[in-house]
């Protein structure tokens, strides 16, 4: 599956380790801007440098021009470019105008669970992301996260 990802999206997958895995399976792209917001702007941090490693090995592709509008813009500018599946976000506001707007999203904790529905990940492996994701999302995305995995059976 090919997905964008915003900034917000990528520095809660890094710091929770699920990164890797995600990125492993997926196709996954981010703008230019989100690369600048992830790793340019924060040079020398333990999460800009494992962004950089898996930009660098190919296992993220960095797309488009850089502009001076927020990356979840260039997000959307990316996947409207054609041939995306969808787009990875767990900003509110623009959750809500993607919803308006008829556009495919998964946010950090729903990706995980799709990636267990899909039997690319354990049911152990996902309670692992989802719990590590916990303190970096909201009360109700992580029981709805939860429980979606409670419900699973292979």
Same mark, same amino acid.
């Given at each position: 599956?090919?997905?964008? +990802?915003? /900034? ?12 890797? +895995? ?6 996954? /792209? ?31 592709? +960095? ?12 997000? *959307?500018? *990316? ?6 599946? !969808? ?13 308006? /707007?008829?556009?495919?999203? !998964?946010?950090? /904790?729903? *990706? ?20 590590? !994701? ?8 992580? !029981?709805?996260?939860?429980?979606? +995995? ?5």
């Amino acid at each position: 599956m090919k997905v964008v +990802v915003d /900034s917000d999206v990528l520095i809660k997958l890094t710091k929770t380790g699920s990164k890797e +895995v995600i990125v492993s399976l997926l196709d996954v /792209s981010i703008p230019k801007r989100v690369y600048e917001e992830t790793v340019t702007e924060s040079k020398g941090c333990i999460d800009a440098n494992k962004i950089q490693h898996n930009i660098d090995v190919g296992m993220i592709q +960095v797309q488009g021009q850089s502009t001076r509008d927020k990356g979840e813009f260039e997000a *959307l500018k *990316l996947y409207r470019s054609g041939g995306f599946e !969808l787009i990875v976000s767990d900003d509110r506001k623009f959750l809500n105008y993607l919803d308006r /707007s008829g556009i495919p999203y !998964l946010t950090s /904790s729903s *990706l995980i669970v799709y990636l267990l529905y899909k039997n690319k990940i354990s049911k152990e492996d996902t309670i692992k992301y989802i719990d590590n !994701l916990k303190t970096h999302i909201s009360k109700k995305q992580y !029981l709805t996260a939860m429980s979606e +995995v409670q419900k699973w059976e292979k």
